[in-house]
């Protein structure tokens, strides 16, 4: 299906472009194997088959390595958490593990969030 191929590509390459803060905060810590020389990353698309209809997610960062998303909620998500639980199962049946992190915790503790939250789990 090459027009889903280049529909995702034209969504993540969009998201990329539209980083929150927060994102860039992180982004700047994790890109080039930056933290824990782990490979992460970001606007990363999640393809999967519901009903035989592909349809896709954009993680906003993703290791493989880890099997590990990384979505960061600013105050939009306040208003859609049945949506994120229904992607965070899908994405969790496929195999990966979902943290959640609002943008107030990558730009007030992110040191702590490293340390605490994702050390733990990219070093298992």
């Not at 905060?25 to 519901?50: A, S, Y």
């Not at 954009?58 to 990384?70: G, P, S, T, W, Y």
């Not at 049946?93 to 702590?112: A, K």
């Amino acid at each position: 299906m090459q027009w889903m191929r280049e529909e995702i590509k034209l969504v993540a390459r969009n998201l990329r472009k539209k980083q929150t803060e927060a994102e860039d905060v992180l982004w700047e810590t994790l890109r080039n194997r930056g933290f824990l020389k782990k490979k992460f990353l970001r606007q990363h698309p999640i393809v999967f088959k519901i009903e035989e209809k592909e349809r896709f997610f954009v993680a906003d960062f993703f290791c493989k390595e880890n099997k590990l998303v990384i979505e960061v909620d600013g105050d939009i998500h306040l208003k859609q958490k049945e949506y994120d639980q229904y992607r965070d199962l899908i994405i969790q049946e496929l195999g990966f593990q979902v943290i959640r992190v609002t943008n107030r915790v990558i730009m007030d503790d992110l040191e702590n969030f490293l340390l605490k939250i994702l050390s733990p789990i990219l070093t298992d």
